[in-house]
Every structure is written in C-alpha cells, then in structure tokens.
C-alpha cells in the first residue's frame, strides 16, 4: 500500500482498503478490540516522519441498519525483534491495538483501519493482518489454523475462537512444526537470555496417567547457538 497524497497534517489519511467486513458478535457483546500488524518500508520517502494509525468500527443492529461508529485512536502494543539478516522486517513490524464500546444491540460490525503521517511524500506500508475480537483486550494474532483454535466455519472465510485448552496433543503437533521450518529462532533460556539456535531434534512426549482433566508432557529442545 503506498500513497502520496498524504500531507503535512494529521487531517490527511488514507482509509486501508483491507477492512474487515459483517463480523458477526456474540449476543450481549459490549467490546471490539481491534489490532493491526503493520511492516513500515525502509525504502518509503518520507522514512523520517511519524506514523499513526486509527480503527473505524461501524456498528450495525440484526436489521443490518447503522446504529453507532466509534473511531479510536491505536497504540502500540509491541515490536517485534529485529531479523539478524537485516530484511524489510527488520525492526519495522509493529502490533497497534485499542479497545471499542459497541453500541448497544450490535449485531454485527465493519472494521476499517486509517493511517496518518506528518510528513509530505510517500507512505510505503505492508499490512501483515487484521483482526476484531469480541473482547476487552487485544490478543495476539488466532486463527482456526493454529493449534488450539478452530474455525467457526469455512476455513479463511469465518471468525476463529480458542478455548483456551492448549492439550499435551496440541503441543507435540507445534513442536514437529517447529521442527520442520528447519531455520534458526529465537530461543529464551531458563536464566532469561534470548538466544539465537537451530534446533538440533526437538521432541515432545505425553505423560500418560495424570486424568482428571489434566495433560501434561516433557519437552526436550537441543540446540547449538549461532552467530547473528
């Protein structure tokens, strides 16, 4: 996504076409958290200046009328470790998120994300992804893939949701998908040190005999430490 039409001023933005479209929310809901995961190009013209985002949610009630529109103001939740490479991700992918109150009888909503800058030129952005959760916090990012979750309906054309109970079974199946990215990761050690491994042959084993509910296993991950 790139645009020059954004000027000197925080009146000046540019409505990312990405929106997320008719989310359909639990009876009773009362919150939308929003997030946004955003790459800033290293090539962009106006790479000195200053970004910021907003999210647009349009309320709408069973009837499919608009009954309220909360604009908010996203902040910045966290950023991710700068790539040893050096590639476009490189201490430039960002996680911004913020809170709604739905109006009240919201059935469904759309989702629209905004970016400003203060500087005149060119914008070069990367949207890494979108997501609205009827929730009072911004969670990180869930979809029907991952282990633990599941879709609520067609897969990539349906909300997601978690229960919550990541099983011993849950676990090993990461871990053999870990295995077969077969590249180096970040690894943090007991002591609280971030380390740069490739992972030699990592294993989970499920513990059997605990029941009553409870799922335990043991997580072995040998590892050599390499260079940045």
Request: glycine share 10%.
């Amino acid at each position: 996504m790139k645009s020059s039409a954004l000027g000197n001023t925080t009146a000046d933005a540019l409505t990312i076409a990405q929106a997320i479209p008719n989310t359909i929310l639990p009876a009773g809901s009362t919150q939308l958290a929003t997030t946004l995961w955003t790459v800033s190009e290293p090539d962009a013209t106006n790479v000195g200046g200053t970004r910021s985002y907003k999210a647009v949610v349009q309320c709408y009630n069973a009837a499919n009328t608009l009954i309220g529109t909360s604009t908010q103001s996203l902040t910045l939740l966290e950023t991710y470790e700068p790539s040893p490479s050096g590639d476009l991700l490189s201490g430039n992918f960002k996680r911004y998120g913020v809170t709604h109150a739905l109006t009240a009888l919201t059935d469904h909503v759309i989702v629209t994300f905004q970016i400003f800058t203060n500087t005149t030129g060119q914008v070069g952005e990367i949207l890494a992804g979108l997501q609205a959760e009827a929730t009072a916090v911004a969670n990180p990012y869930i979809d029907g893939d991952l282990q633990g979750a599941q879709w609520t309906g067609s897969q990539y054309a349906s909300s997601s949701f978690s229960s919550g109970y990541y099983t011993a079974r849950d676990q090993r199946l990461e871990v053999v998908a870990m295995r077969k990215l077969n590249r180096p990761l970040y690894l943090r050690s007991p002591f609280g040190d971030r380390l740069y491994v490739n992972l030699l042959n990592p294993s989970f084993t499920r513990d059997a005999g605990y029941g009553g509910g409870a799922d335990f296993g043991t997580l072995e991950i040998p590892y050599e430490e390499v260079a940045f």
